[in-house]
């Protein structure tokens, strides 16, 4: 599940899924253990490092009820792997605007092979949705978004990963329990070692589960006794991330976005995924859905300011956003899920000709703002909730369309301003 975030992310699907060394995806094997080469690029030291390392962290898992036998048998093909750290350190120079984000996320292709499947699956997404009450559509999407359709589940054996972050990462205590979460899964005997594949960062399967969110969210839907989320037989997967989202407060029958046609003159300073007002109240300010259908309660988001289109946004899109906390993901994923289930794509218009921001421009927003005295926090170039505040609070001061949309105007009027 880029980003790590509240299930760590499911979404590493935003992080490219990169070819590690292991034996293809397939059935559990049962006895055979694997001695890797050591991987190329690792020094002796940090090699000799890691493995000290596996030695000392080995009475803390034990403690964690991992047994001798199995640390021993999972921690036999741990190598230091310098490309994990390599991605993890990484910083991304610029960021795609929403609209190429959401082109790729709903694109026609993926759309295309979504109906395909969904109906080849369409049994299993019968019962996954009758148990779990989530909407089929977003299960499909869910697990488009993840890895396509199970075609980029990631082959790097976790293990070896999650151990050389666990030692030498910037995030070694979160990647730490995420090594003791995969100890558990390979003790209870649903895959082993080998078999236990995924990205660099540790997401699994093909709705890309970290270990912590296995545990507490994998089921085994088809009764085989494991809970199977590496097999090319995606019905696991496909019911725990239904099980994610029921257990996340999805609503039955209750959409997760809304476009929406907002009315001229319409405060901007409304907008905001919090500032939940029901579908009547926002009715009676003109705001009405471009499909003609009634509006739930929700809040209102502009992702592209007020140049772009908007969205009503309920408790589902919320659940989305619990699997993967970001609302570009979850209005991909809904955007995607309203496709294969037969409906148009985005009916409005982004403001392509104007382009976007680049990352360093971002940092430069956030500066500027935190000179003017609207403390965003130190600069990354993510244009986050407290970013986008200061950037309402801001144009209120200049007396502008208070829509909270970091673009090329602002950055202009901000260092006029300063």
Known sequence: MSRVSTKLMISVAALAVLAGCAAPVGSVSTGSSVTPAPITGASPASEAGLQAWIQSFRPRAMSAGISGATYDRAMRIARYNPEVIRLDR???????????????AASDSRTTK?????????????????????????????????????????????????????YDGRRGEMFQNQLIAALKILQAGDTDPEHMLGSWAGAMGHTQFMPTSY????????GDGRRDIWSDDPTDSLASTASYLNRSGWVPGLPA?????????????QTGRGNVKSGATWSSQGVRSVSGQQLPSGGIIAPAGAQGPAFLVTKNFMAIRAYN???????????????????????????REA????????????????????????????????TMAAIKAFQQRIGVSPDGYANATLLQQLRRAT
């Not at 910083?91 to 082109?103: G, I, K, N």
């Not at 545990?215 to 088809?222: G, K, Q, S």
């Not at 609302?327 to 955007?335: E, K």
């Open 90 to 104: 990484k910083q991304a120079e610029f960021s795609r605007p929403v609209w190429e984000y959401l082109d790729s």
């Open 114 to 166: 979504g109906r395909g499947l969904a109906r080849t699956y369409g049994g299993t997404l019968a019962q996954v949705e009758g148990r779990y009450g989530v909407d089929r559509n977003i299960v499909m999407a869910i697990w488009g978004m993840e890895s396509n359709f199970g075609g980029n589940r990631g082959k790097m054996q976790i293990i070896p990963s999650l151990a050389t972050l666990a």
């Open 215 to 222: 545990l507490a969210y994998a089921v085994d839907f088809n």
């Open 257 to 269: 976005v809304v476009e929406v046609r907002l009315p001229q003159g319409f405060n901007y300073g």
């Open 325 to 351: 906390a970001s609302d570009n993901y979850a209005l991909g994923v809904a955007m995607l899920a309203n496709r294969i289930g037969g409906g148009p794509g985005i009916v409005g218009s982004f403001p």
């Open 355 to 386: 382009g976007a921001l680049t990352h360093n421009e971002k940092e430069e927003v956030q500066r500027l703002l935190n000179r003017m005295g609207y403390n965003v926090g130190e600069p990354d170039g993510a244009i986050g909730e407290k």
